[in-house]
Nanobody, 126 residues
Framework: QVQLVESGGGLVQAGGSLRLSCAAS????????MGWFRQAPGKEREVVSV????????YYADSVKGRFTISRDNAKATVYLQMNSLKPEDTAVYYC???????????????????WGQGTQVTVSS
């Protein structure tokens, strides 16, 4: 069982930056694949950026490449999402996700994740 606590959302103008944090209760980080998803009103939950189990590989959605950076602090069992050059279309509830995985692949589908944070709202005004 992994509990995830997110923080860092808010309201920002277009072009601005925010950093999201997600702290995991399980500090055996090497066994956990983690990442970020988002869901805008009326849309399906979509992947933003994820780490493979242990953090050896990363994935970014095309819509955020070059603007968002995922990182992790293993000692704190925390994953971050640095979001720069934010656009109004980035407005959504952002969710941290985790699952106990195997192998070295990352997971990009929401149904592949067993544990979810409560979500944090990110609003980008134009």
């Amino acid at each position: 069982q992994v509990q995830l606590v997110e923080s860092g959302g808010g309201l920002v103008q277009a072009g601005g930056s925010l950093r999201l944090s997600c702290a995991a209760s399980d500090r055996t980080f090497s066994t956990i694949a983690m990442g970020w998803f988002r869901q805008a009103p009326g849309k399906e939950r979509e992947v933003v950026s994820v780490f493979s189990r242990g953090g050896g590989r990363t994935y970014y959605a095309d819509s955020v490449k070059g603007r968002f950076t995922i990182s992790r602090d293993n000692a704190k069992a925390t994953v971050y999402l640095q979001m720069n050059s934010l656009k109004p279309e980035d407005t959504a509830v952002y969710y941290c996700a985790a699952t106990y995985g195997s192998g070295i692949s990352y997971y990009t589908r929401a149904e592949q994740y067993a544990y979810w944070g409560q979500g944090t709202q990110v609003t980008v005004s134009s």
